[in-house]
């Protein structure tokens, strides 16, 4: 069996980077007994099987994590915590409760589901992401009208470096949705959604395309896409249930 999490990433921790989550949830799942596997050999690690990465000093409203459980520690669908969670049992409404006090704030599980481990992992799951991030200091109509050029042309050149070297790239065929979505006070809000196969198309690549000079402000991964049964969908939905952050 295995915990699949559904968490945001919003204000000052997005310059956390992703090795850093990685212990935070480590921690908090310790704290909370949460009876989680371990890898093998000298150093033994909590097995943790994120999603795609996100880029530092982005946020997000959709991260995944799926963390397998001893098997012998669900009962009747609740999870019978060990270590620090001694004598506790959990429903997986109480656990994402418990998991939100001992995160810091700016993460915050938005939905939780204990599933049976199997099929493919979430990082080779993911086809694509939608992101909404703004530009600093480009002007609107001029935005849209290099949106619009954008989505009529068969190509969208990119640059990229790889290897210390800047190459170019048609990243048409990876650009599934570009709209205006409004403005900040930073500039024009720009929603896209970029692909994640053959490899992941980021916001900063538009940022030169659409408004060359102009800095990328504010970004966040809003959706993680994959496919299942020929229909795209969400690897886990939002639930309705409060948090403890939710009544503070």
């Not at 921790?13 to 992703?18: N, P, T």
């Not at 596997?37 to 150093?43: A, D, K, L, N, R």
């Not at 170019?168 to 205006?180: A, C, F, P, Y």
């Not at 959604?193 to 102009?214: T, Y």
């Amino acid at each position: 069996m295995r915990l699949r999490l559904r968490f945001s990433k919003i204000g000052k921790v997005r310059f956390v980077g992703h090795r850093d989550v990685a212990r935070i949830v480590e921690r908090a799942l310790r704290r909370g007994g949460v009876p989680v596997t371990y890898s093998q050999g000298f150093s033994p690690r909590v097995r943790l099987s994120f999603g795609l990465a996100l880029p530092t000093c982005y946020e997000s409203d959709a991260e995944y994590l799926d963390i397998p459980l001893d098997p012998e520690s669900i009962v009747d669908g609740d999870v019978v915590c060990t270590g620090w969670g001694e004598g506790n049992t959990y429903s997986t409404e109480q656990l994402q409760t418990t998991l939100n006090e001992a995160l810091p704030t700016g993460f915050d599980i938005t939905a939780l589901v204990l599933e049976p481990k199997g099929g493919p992992s979430l990082q080779e799951s993911v086809v694509s992401c939608t992101w909404r991030f703004d530009i600093r200091g480009a002007e609107t109509d001029c935005v849209e009208k290099a949106i619009a050029a954008a989505l009529e042309s068969s190509t969208i050149e990119a640059e990229r470096k790889k290897k210390n070297e800047i190459l170019s790239e048609n990243i048409r065929d990876g650009v599934h949705d570009l709209r205006i979505a409004g403005t900040s006070e930073l500039g024009p809000i720009v929603v896209a959604e970029l692909a994640a196969k053959p490899r992941v198309i980021r916001p900063s690549e538009l940022v030169d395309i659409l408004a060359p000079g102009s800095e990328l402000g504010i970004a966040k991964r809003t959706h993680q896409w994959i496919e299942r049964e020929g229909e795209r969908c969400e690897p886990l939905t939002p639930s309705n249930s409060r948090t403890v952050k939710d009544l503070t």
